[in-house]
């Protein structure tokens, strides 16, 4: 998805006269998501995770759930998994796109002329957003139950809030300075 949304970007950000424009909204709208991220880690305080603004709606959580129990009754279970996977990321899209977009519109605004280089920056992105996940199946493989992982995302949940706000309102702060938007 990744190398299909980086080469569409590109394709549209290489009309020189929309690509300042692009990464200036881009930035607006990094920095805020930045601040509802910041603000989520208050709402979680106060009224717990069920009442912070950027999260999956519950339909589609919903929608992912079904997949998820109707998949894994597959006979096909490899097959199953990786249709299940392309459905499911597609969906959650939908809350990780918040920092995805920003990230790689800063990959072509930084290396617009070095093709080479925004590949391995993608791979290296996509190996930093899998490796909480590689480390949470590690720990249910060894024996974390499903509780004890929840409490452990829920312990960690301002920290995470917190981090995802600093990168997005450093992205967006970045691309905005760093954009000249041509007199119109």
Known sequence: MGLGILSFLKTITGFYRIAPYIYFTTGIIAVLISIINFLDIFRFKDKGVKNIRLQLPSKVKKIIHFVIRKEIKSSYIILSSFICGIFISSLEFLCTGQIYLPTL????????NIQSKTFFYLLFYNFAFILPMVGIFLLAYYGFNSQKLIQGSLNSFII??????????TLGIYLIVNTSLPIL
């Open 105 to 112: 519109i800063y990959i072509i605004r930084v290396e617009k």
């Open 160 to 169: 995470v809030k917190f981090l995802i706000s600093i990168i997005l309102a």
